[in-house]
């Protein structure tokens, strides 16, 4: 159903990051989420692998569900800020966003219109606050593409990627030439292969 990659690095001088991301495939589809833990270090890890750990065990919820339960979960811990992509069997696509974790959909037509979509982030901070939460919902084509990047990496890449690359090098590409380097740095590239058939 789907192709990914993922790079990442600590801000330097941290041996732990508190970015991290899922890939989770379930009976109707799959989640995809990246997380960035506030800080840096041992409780932005903590906070971020928290988060993970709620959307693996909830993978099938709706995006807004599954930021809820987030919410409960690190109400106890530093907070993070999360960004979710739930794909069903039907190539329909959930995805919701609070704080500054970048995603972008772009297209395999070029031609579309938009060829490239960005998901509008909610303010807040899961945890702390939350706003209330709106889904959006967009219909995804075989060999569309998206990228999620957390703060740490600059968000001018958008016009670099090249399409037809696999999904690991789009994403070692990213980091490696928009590291900025003052936090904690991850890229995940997934490319939709088209519906899933049993």
């Not at 809820?68 to 800020?81: D, I, N, Q, T």
């Not at 772009?106 to 509008?120: F, G, H, I, K, N």
Request: aromatic fraction near 6%; proline fraction near 3%; glycine fraction near 10%.
């Amino acid at each position: 159903m789907v192709e990914w990659g993922v790079a990442a690095r600590p801000r330097p001088g941290q041996v732990v990051s508190g970015d991290a991301y899922m890939v989770k495939a379930f009976n109707q589809g799959v989640l995809l989420a990246v997380v960035d833990g506030l800080g840096q270090g041992n409780q932005a890890a903590l906070a971020a692998k928290t988060a993970v750990s709620v959307l693996k065990k909830y993978a099938a919820g709706s995006v807004v569900s599954l930021i809820k339960r987030c919410h409960r979960s690190l109400m106890m811990a530093r907070g993070a800020v999360i960004s979710l992509a739930s794909i069903d069997m039907r190539a329909n696509m959930s995805w919701l966003g609070i704080g500054n974790v970048e995603c972008l959909l772009l297209r395999a037509d070029a031609a579309a219109v938009p060829s490239t979509e960005r998901l509008r982030l909610h303010g807040g901070v899961v945890g702390y606050q939350l706003p209330i939460l709106h889904a959006r919902k967009t219909v995804l084509y075989e060999n569309d593409l998206l990228i999620f990047a957390t703060d740490g990496v600059g968000g001018d890449f958008i016009n670099e990627v090249k399409r037809e690359s696999p999904a690991q090098q789009i994403a070692d590409q990213i980091l490696r030439e928009h590291f900025k380097g003052n936090d904690d740095a991850l890229v995940l590239v997934v490319r939709y292969l088209g519906a899933r058939h049993e």
